[in-house]
């Protein structure tokens, strides 16, 4: 989960992240990206990867990664394997508030319990979910998801709710960065561990929009081969 207020450095955070996974392919079996804007990962149409940018896609996403997600269990069970050797399936939403904002009710309740088994289970099956928002309260993202993404990074914000939800009391948070998290410059974090709940503080680097689309036309030359 990473969240905080527009303007703080999510969105290079996100296309740091994408660049990132895709340097690191051979590792990966596929990438799938949501984004009800449609805007951000559009440009990250490549021969490993996949784009949704409707609800009802979303939803038979969700499912397609639930039964990936059963199926390697299935394999680890006749395996006696703890965790699935093979590559990751990985799976990033840009802005998860604009799914709670659709009207169809019953819709979004199919695609947040997909996403919370998904949160819960997907970790030893190597089907992993990553969120970006800039409000996690519960009109924004279901408070049983939220549990179960268990590492977060927290950028600048003033909402008390991404601060405790995110990383824990702004006490704690300030004996870490000697100041408010509301005051952070643009593209500094904090970066909670979701295993050992370590809290750390990281200044994320800056790629220009020419330098996103050099590398997005590195990535196109050998991946779509």
Request: glycine share 6%; aromatic share 8%; with cysteine.
């Amino acid at each position: 989960m990473t969240c905080g207020e527009s303007g703080a450095g999510k969105s290079n955070f996100l296309n740091m992240l994408i660049l990132s996974l895709l340097h690191n392919s051979s590792y990966i079996e596929h990438l799938d990206f949501i984004d009800l804007k449609g805007v951000e990962i559009s440009r990250y149409k490549l021969n490993n990867t996949s784009f949704t940018d409707n609800l009802e896609g979303v939803n038979d996403l969700l499912q397609e990664l639930k039964n990936e997600m059963n199926s390697r269990f299935k394999q680890m069970k006749e395996k006696g394997d703890l965790i699935y050797k093979g590559k990751y399936r990985i799976c990033l939403i840009d802005e998860i508030g604009t799914i709670s904002t659709h009207h169809d009710k019953k819709l979004k309740e199919q695609i947040f319990n997909n996403l919370i088994e998904l949160g819960q289970k997907g970790r030893a099956s190597r089907v992993l979910i990553m969120v970006f928002s800039q409000k996690i309260d519960s009109t924004n993202i279901n408070t049983n998801l939220l549990t179960n993404l268990q590492s977060s990074c927290l950028y600048r914000t003033s909402s008390q709710f991404n601060i405790n939800n995110a990383i824990g009391l702004q006490e704690e948070i300030e004996e870490i960065t000697r100041t408010r998290v509301q005051d952070f410059p643009k593209g500094r974090m904090i970066f909670k561990h979701g295993l050992t709940s370590e809290k750390i503080l990281l200044q994320t680097p800056y790629l220009s929009q020419e330098l996103q689309y050099d590398m997005i036309k590195y990535f196109r030359s050998w991946i779509n081969k």
